[in-house]
């Protein structure tokens, strides 16, 4: 059995992007640090990273779509919270982030990671962005760094 998959590390030439939710800013900015620690240690240059701020999650779709239509990124990381309050909001909102980051990465043949926080309360949001559980958004670019390796290898 021959194993393909995809390899943690980066050369230095991949032109990445974060595409950050502004809404609940204390936690998607922790992410895109932890995002940003990814690419640093997976041997990422930083001249090669750029941080786009979308308002909401909602909004992460729409630019996607225009970014990745340039052809200018090998791969997009997407991070928002949107956490649970008490209306249907937020499963408008996530259900929308959710299918349209997909339908992108989908539609340009390119990874694109979705590292859109869903939770039930601020705290469970607190845990995963730099406390109790790590930073998820190490593990978001991480995703898309192995992603990318593993594209490559059916180039
Ligand atoms: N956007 C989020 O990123 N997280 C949320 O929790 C959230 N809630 O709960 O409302 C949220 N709403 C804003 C939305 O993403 C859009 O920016 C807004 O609807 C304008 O299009």
Do not use: W
């Not at 998959?5 to 922790?30: M, P, Q, Y």
């Not at 930073?135 to 992603?147: P, R, T, V």
Request: proline share 3%.
């Amino acid at each position: 059995m021959k194993r393909i998959e995809g390899k943690l590390s980066l050369n230095g030439d991949e032109k990445i992007a974060i595409v950050s939710g502004r809404f609940n800013h204390i936690i998607t900015d922790r992410l895109v640090e932890g995002a940003r620690d990814a690419f640093i240690r997976q041997g990422g240059n930083e001249d090669n990273l750029d941080l786009v701020m979308v308002p909401g999650a909602f909004e992460i779709p729409f630019i996607l779509d225009k970014m990745l239509s340039l052809k200018k990124y090998d791969g997009i990381c997407c991070v928002g919270a949107v956490i649970r309050g008490s209306t249907p909001h937020f499963d408008y909102v996530s259900a929308e982030a959710t299918k349209g980051i997909a339908t992108m990465g989908l539609k340009y043949h390119t990874p694109v990671s979705f590292g859109v926080l869903t939770t039930n309360t601020i705290e469970q949001a607190i845990e995963r962005a730099g406390s109790k559980a790590g930073n998820l958004g190490f593990n978001y670019m991480s995703s898309l760094i192995e992603m990318l390796d593993l594209y490559k290898k059916f180039d």
